[in-house]
């Protein structure tokens, strides 16, 4: 993950923050968590409680005297915005699947495809290949492995052979965002990419401000942390 800039403008703030945990990449975002008396720690895949903001470094955690104190630097303003690649599978690199609908929705409305599982009702399609190709759409319905289904059709027929993308994000709506703002990302493995096949509006608790809608290797997810350390607002929801 990357930094991408804050809501508010001006220039990143860092600070240096003493190890609860190896923290092994640059990009990771660091939060107190259990061990806040020990220093910060990387956060889960699942969870960004109580988080600092996004290392700038990485470091060594140990308790080896004479050992050098593990430090890292992170950007602590709370309103940074996080950049995250949409990766295909829970390892990081993985491009997203491609989806080839394979029965004629005329009204514009269902992608019939082996979607996955997951319900991603709150996240997003889009159209990388044929009549609707460059539009995007809120995911409405899923059926498990069968189709998904938006109620604000495309402006064309979605036609055999059609390719789309999909995520499990959106920057309104309930599912990826809740309606009072919250969204979800959840990581990959090693915390450096969001996890692009889980159930909309699991994970760890952000805000969405952004997507970007490429291709299968090049699609992002722009999001602000919502339970910072920093924010007074959050920390007293």
């Not at 699991?202 to 722009?222: F, H, I």
Request: net charge negative.
């Amino acid at each position: 993950m990357i930094h991408a800039g804050h809501l508010m403008g001006g220039a990143s703030l860092i600070k240096k923050y003493k190890l609860g945990a190896a923290i092994t990449s640059t990009g990771t975002i660091a939060g107190d968590g259990t061990t806040s008396a020990l220093g910060v720690i990387p956060c889960t895949t699942t969870a960004f409680i109580s988080a600092v903001g996004l290392t700038n470094d990485a470091g060594t955690y140990s308790t080896t005297q004479g050992a050098t104190e593990g430090m890292v630097s992170i950007n602590v303003r709370s309103d940074q915005i996080i950049k995250a690649r949409a990766s295909g599978a829970a390892a990081d690199g993985t491009v997203l699947v491609s989806h080839t609908n394979t029965s004629a929705s005329a009204g514009g409305t269902v992608l019939t495809a082996t979607v996955g599982t997951h319900s991603c009702v709150g996240g997003t399609i889009w159209c990388v290949s044929g009549n609707n190709v460059g539009l995007s759409r809120s995911v409405t319905a899923t059926s498990s492995n069968a189709s998904v289904t938006v109620t604000v059709p495309f402006p064309r027929a979605i036609a055999v052979g059609d390719v789309f993308h999909l995520i499990p994000w959106n920057m309104a709506g309930l599912g990826a965002d809740s309606a009072d703002g919250s969204g979800f990302v959840q990581t990959t493995t090693l915390f450096l990419e969001a996890n692009s096949v889980i159930a909309s509006g699991t994970g760890g608790d952000v805000s969405v401000v952004d997507l970007e809608l490429n291709g299968a290797g090049n699609s992002y997810v722009l999001f602000k942390l919502r339970n910072h350390v920093h924010d007074s607002d959050a920390r007293a929801a």
